[in-house]
Nanobody, 119 residues
Framework: QVQLVESGGGLVQAGGSLRLSCAAS????????MGWYRQAPGNEHEFVAA???????YYADSVKGRFTISRDNAKRTLYLQMNSLKPEDTAMYFC?????????????WGQGTQVTVSS
């Protein structure tokens, strides 16, 4: 059974930074592409960033140059370093297995971690 546990969210002022983590179990983490998605109230899940099994990153235009996705296969953990945060980055952030061909998630969601950016 796949389990994804996100952590690292919080309240930060605009321009600040946060580092999110996603601990995975129940999957062979090293062979799977993974991604970060976010959901603001009333909106659908939005693609943020993804990373291939070999470490190639992909980003949504809205976060390119500000966010960095990475992974530690030995720790089965996915990361998202978020710098220069903006109020519009406020959302619940989730990690998920990801289809790189379409940048879409599949499988189960974790509980997410809330990121709130104040202006």
């Amino acid at each position: 059974q796949v389990q994804l546990v996100e952590s690292g969210g919080g309240l930060v002022q605009a321009g600040g930074s946060l580092r999110l983590s996603c601990a995975a179990s129940g999957i062979i983490f090293s062979i799977n592409a993974m991604g970060w998605y976010r959901q603001a109230p009333g909106n659908e899940h939005e693609f943020v960033a993804a990373i291939s099994s070999s470490g190639n990153p992909y980003y949504a235009d809205s976060v390119k140059g500000r966010f960095t996705i990475s992974r530690d296969n030995a720790k089965r953990t996915l990361y998202l370093q978020m710098n220069s945060l903006k109020p519009e980055d406020t959302a619940m952030y989730f990690c998920a297995l990801t289809r790189l061909a379409s940048m879409t998630p599949f499988g189960s969601w974790g509980q997410g971690t809330q990121v709130t950016v104040s202006s």
